[in-house]
């Protein structure tokens, strides 16, 4: 049996990667929190020479992920933010990119305050538009890179056509796929090249790690970001990559709750009469259809997640609904098992400049919700009273 290919989704979170310990029948994988390896002599070891190369905990959480996301590696790293910029790193000064225009602000940040400094070029392009994308392609275009869903307005990108153009063109396709997770959207089943994830969010799903991923089927760009892996060093600790190996066992089931209960939310604030309020499965989103048809969990069923914006115009209802929340609590991040808020204006996208939010629609009444696993009621409950 091919255990990446012959099993489900919840038989692959279980045992892809978590073989019990030999030495000892321990079920649970021990964690190799170790820098070095003792060698048998020059150039003789058992695989494994330094912890910044290769260590045995690391590998067992890119093969676990890598399986779930229908890749045949994984390579892991110390961030979300971490992965993203080894993506970029293959390439050169004077190639060009062509990224989602609402794409997270610590993306943004990085490409146009850091990478740009080293030669490289960015159009940000409403990639809800394939024309938009075509236009923009030119003789040093060599990725296209998007979010879909983005943050926070959840604009959706097709997966399945633009990757037909970018084949057609020769580009190299990568999707954030951090807010749907594995199990809620499978960007390289839909003919992406590199999926990436900020493992930070649902696969570790305990607000208690950092982490991200990079995941592929392609050998050759497999090799390259191993070699920026191991070069670069921004890898995740042992003691990490099994707390991930831990919560991906539960992300299926974390996942659909949370997905559940963001449903019923969002169904719940659209009759409230707010100013906006934005989640793909509302059939007031302007791309449900898309939404419906794209995301799904591994058994084919339609999810939209767990991320809900809403808007409350004002500055002075935003602070009054915030103050007023007992469950939900004030933070950056998403995907944990309990209930966050944020503004995005002022937090996740801070560092992007007013004038370019606000041609987006991020206002600063804007609020984004990551619905965590608490009875709905409860949840329903502390919105209503600060509402």
């Not at 590998?59 to 779930?68: F, G, Q, T, Y």
């Not at 307005?153 to 594995?182: A, H, Q, R, W």
């Not at 089927?217 to 042992?238: E, H, R, V």
């Not at 409950?381 to 509402?387: K, M, R």
Request: proline residues 4%; charged residues 20%.
């Amino acid at each position: 049996m091919n255990m990446n290919k012959d099993l489900r989704f919840n038989t692959k979170a279980v045992h892809v990667g978590n073989k019990a310990d030999p030495s000892t029948g321990a079920i649970i994988p021990p964690i190799y929190a170790t820098s070095t390896y003792k060698q048998d002599g020059v150039d003789k070891h058992k695989g494994y020479d330094y912890s910044r190369a290769a260590n045995p905990t690391r590998e067992m959480h890119e093969k676990n992920i890598a399986a779930l996301e229908h890749g045949n590696h994984g390579i892991s790293f110390s961030t979300g933010m971490a992965a993203t910029t080894a993506l970029f790193q293959m390439f050169n000064a004077g190639d060009h990119f062509i990224i989602s225009r609402n794409t997270y602000g610590g993306t943004f940040r990085v490409l146009d305050e850091v990478l740009k400094r080293h030669g490289f070029e960015f159009d940000f392009v409403d990639t809800r538009d394939l024309s938009k994308v075509e236009d923009q392609i030119k003789p040093n275009t060599k990725m296209v890179f998007i979010e879909t869903p983005t943050n926070p307005l959840l604009e959706i990108t097709d997966i399945k056509s633009l990757s037909k153009i970018c084949k057609n063109n020769y580009l190299l396709f990568g999707v954030d796929n951090t807010f749907m997770s594995p199990y809620g959207q499978q960007p390289l089943e839909l003919g992406a090249d590199v999926v990436m994830h900020s493992s930070t969010k649902f696969i570790g799903g305990h607000s208690d790690l950092l982490g991200g991923i990079l995941i592929t089927k392609d050998n050759n760009l497999a090799d390259q970001l191993y070699f920026i892996q191991k070069s670069a060093g921004a890898t995740p600790s042992a003691f990490d990559c099994w707390l991930l190996l831990r919560s991906a066992k539960t992300l299926a089931l974390r996942f659909q709750r949370q997905s559940d209960s963001a449903f019923v939310l969002a169904k719940w604030l659209e009759s409230k009469n707010l100013n906006r309020v934005i989640y793909p499965g509302l059939e007031s989103f302007p791309q449900f259809a898309l939404a419906k048809q794209q995301q799904r969990t591994p058994d084919g069923q339609s999810i939209f997640g767990s991320i809900i914006s809403i808007d409350l115009g004002s500055i002075e209802y935003r602070d009054s609904f915030l103050s007023k929340l007992k469950i939900f609590s004030l933070a950056e991040s998403l995907g944990g098992v309990e209930s966050l808020i944020s503004n995005p204006f002022h937090m996740t996208h801070g560092s992007i400049s007013d004038d370019r939010k606000l041609s987006m629609s991020i206002t600063e009444g804007l609020i984004r919700i990551s619905v965590g696993i608490e009875d709905i009621i409860d949840l329903r409950n502390d919105l209503e009273q600060a509402l």
